[in-house]
């Protein structure tokens, strides 16, 4: 059975304040963060398993690549991405599905320590343990070594930060869609992993790829710092 690719770019991205969408915001090699990655992700996995979930200024996106499959969350100005991920679950064929945040720029190093991950099926949350920022998702483990919490609001006892690269098992993605249902429009979609994990006893990895970069973009610091780091 073969992995679903979904590329979560409905949102606006207004504080980068960029007249178009935050994935197609060019870096300094020449690329976008989307060309970018795709060609990182074609370079492991097949290009028709890619889709993306797209909104704002969508026609943007699917002039700039006319290949991948295409998501349409027509409410991406009243939701966040827990409804963009919800609309990819319920359209997607079955098995699992590896997925990303439009504005994360990686070293094509990061897929390679998650790819065993993803061969056995194993539901995880990629997650760097280098840094523990306030604005980023935050998570901790239970007693049995798989996250229990994760969400903005993990203060006490964070151990590190989602990095904005997830997968779901084949057998779990059901429930995680449920979940992802009933969250709040506005919740991010680490909402309905963290419910999945609480009401149905979900066991999600957190696989730390803190040697490598990874960076999400949503200031222009993180862009420069983007550009400083991937020469």
Known sequence: MSTNIVILAAGVGSRLGKPHPKSLTPLN???????????????????HSIHLVVGYKKEMIMEEVPDVGFIYNQAYG???????????????????VLWLNGDVVFDPQVLDVLLPHIAM?????????????????????????????????????ALGEAVGINYVSADDRALVAKRLAEVDDQDYFEGGIELAIEKDGLKFE??????????????????????????
């Open 29 to 47: 090699t020449g690329e976008t963060i989307l060309g970018r990655s795709l060609r990182l992700l074609t370079s492991r996995f097949s290009r």
């Open 78 to 96: 009243d939701t966040n991405t827990s409804k963009s991920l919800l609309k990819a679950f319920n359209i997607l064929g079955p098995g699992g």
């Open 121 to 157: 099926d194993h539901s995880f949350v990629a997650v760097n343990t280098a840094k523990v920022s306030d604005e980023e998702v935050k998570y901790t483990l239970g007693a049995d070594g798989y996250i229990n919490k994760l969400s903005k609001q993990v203060s006490e006892g």
């Open 206 to 231: 957190a696989v730390d790829i803190s040697q490598h970069n990874v960076i999400e973009v949503d200031f222009a610091e993180d862009l420069n710092s983007v550009n400083e780091a991937f020469k």
